[in-house]
């Protein structure tokens, strides 16, 4: 009862002193109108109304300058994965993003790196969500193919095997595909499995050879030359200009 009292009375200050001052936190219909907009793939809103952390509006949750920034990315973060998850993105895909970009946060050594994390972040699930709603026209058959997939990046993948999963024949498949997504199934295959491996090139300590034998490829000069022509940079020249960028690992302190 004591505790509960004291945080009553720190209240009352609190609100007493920030209507002294004029400080109101941001109006709860703005907040709402920020996160639909990343659930909606809205870039246009998103530019418009986006804040600075470091705005008044949203809140002072620590004294100091960093943390203060760093708790309200988290919140941000954890926020945008529960109204992208109720737009429609698959929950595991939004909790581990959301895992990564709080790994990064907890990383980050200044103001400027989280204000560069926090709009990576918001437009990363932005253009989720966006390509997301564009996709929501393909087909059931062609919605498995690509589950299908996704779920199986690391293996082999054959036409037979995602046709049956899909439950058509491998012909229909491929005109079906084509005409829904523009592209052929082995060009979508090589594309996300190069994406899935440049995620990892920015994140983890992964070798060529390493993503080229989980990934399936017949060799580290396929996987290269595959990844080369998506990604315009070879495996060690992505892993140079993201994975510093992105992720930087505790350095130890000297006394």
Known sequence: M????????????????????????????????????????????????????KDRQLGILSKDSLRNAKYHLVITVALITRFCIEGGLESETAYTLSDLYIQ?????????????????????????????????????????????IYDNLHRRLTLDKIAKAAGIHKNYLCSLFKKETGSTVQEYIRRKKIEAAANMLSYADYSPQELSDYFSFSSQSHFTNTFKSIMKLTPSEYRRTHYRAHWQPEKSEKY
Not at 7 to 17: G, I, Y
Not at 105 to 129: G, N, P, Q, Y
Not at 133 to 147: L, P, Q
């Open 2 to 53: 004591k505790k509960q009292s004291k945080t009553e009375r720190a209240l009352s200050h609190k609100v007493f002193l920030q209507r002294e001052y004029g400080r109101r936190h941001l109006a709860y219909e703005k907040e709402l109108e920020f996160y639909d907009a990343v659930k909606d793939g809205n870039f246009k809103t998103l530019n418009k109304i986006m804040l600075p952390l």
């Open 104 to 148: 990064q946060i907890d990383t980050c050594r200044s103001e400027e790196e989280i204000d560069i994390l926090h709009r990576e972040l918001v437009f990363d699930f932005a253009d989720r969500m966006k390509k997301l709603k564009s996709s929501r026209g393909i087909s059931r058959a062609v919605k498995k193919a690509c589950d299908y």
